[in-house]
T-cell receptor, first 114, second 115 residues
Framework: NAGVTQTPKFQVLKTGQSMTLQCAQDMNHEYMSWYRQDPGMGLRLIHYSVGAGITDQGEVPNGYNVSRSTTEDFPLRLLSAAPSQTSVYFC?????????????FGPGTRLTVT | AQSVAQPEDQVNVAEGNPLTVKCTYSVSGNPYLFWYVQYPNRGLQFLLKYITGDNLVKGSYGFEAEFNKSQTSFHLKKPSALVSDSALYFCAVRDMRTGANNLFFGTGTRLTVIP
């Protein structure tokens, strides 16, 4: 049981480039989400999904796209990278129902945009 | 608006002493509150939660938290700090508007336990 996995661990992009951050979980969780962590700001929600085919925006969605074609995978796409997207990105998952609210986090992807 | 606040960026405590990391919340209705810990270059790990019931909640690694409705607080505590407790601690509250498990996080408190 690998839990939540994220690739890559590190990435450097030039302004204007695009890329996809990968996230997968093997716990059959319906809920998955992406957060970004910036110094002094805690974690902020980018996008989330409560099941395959269902996605919605979080607090800071601009510049990011997501899709959820399977229960296991929830990739985050940066369409045209900007220096303001330099951050550490965390994917998380949890059951959507059943009263278990705690989330399981991946190890993170550290992204630098130059 | 729903939010949590962690008023201290940094908390230093001597090994063996009790520790407290503070959190206050602002929500409409009954809050679902959480504490997570982040060790260097790692993801967040769940410590404990308050959903309903006893105001004193016990969690992993000997941590506990006290829910205080009148003071809108959910402080994290441990009776005897270990050097290995040194980490970044986040308080979070569930967003009750959407029905999903979305969280609002505080800005984090860095705990340093001094040997």
């Amino acid at each position: 049981n690998a839990g939540v996995t994220q690739t890559p661990k590190f990435q450097v992009l030039k302004t204007g480039q695009s890329m996809t951050l990968q996230c997968a979980q093997d716990m059959n969780h319906e809920y998955m989400s992406w957060y970004r962590q910036d110094p002094g700001m805690g974690l902020r929600l980018i996008h989330y999904s409560v099941g395959a085919g269902i996605t919605d925006q979080g607090e800071v969605p601009n510049g990011y796209n997501v899709s959820r074609s399977t229960t296991e995978d929830f990739p985050l796409r940066l369409l045209s990278a900007a220096p303001s997207q330099t951050s550490v990105y965390f994917c998380a998952s949890s059951p959507h129902r059943g009263g278990t609210y705690e989330q399981y986090f991946g190890p993170g992807t550290r992204l630098t945009v130059t | 608006a729903q939010s949590v606040a962690q008023p201290e960026d940094q908390v230093n405590v001597a090994e063996g002493n009790p520790l407290t990391v503070k959190c206050t919340y602002s929500v409409s209705g009954n809050p679902y509150l959480f504490w997570y810990v982040q060790y260097p270059n790692r993801g967040l790990q769940f410590l404990l939660k308050y959903i309903t019931g006893d105001n004193l909640v016990k969690g992993s690694y000997g941590f506990e938290a006290e829910f205080n409705k009148s003071q809108t607080s959910f402080h994290l505590k441990k009776p005897s700090a270990l050097v290995s407790d040194s980490a970044l601690y986040f308080c979070a509250v569930r967003d009750m508007r959407t029905g999903a498990n979305n969280l609002f996080f505080g800005t984090g408190t860095r705990l340093t336990v001094i040997p």
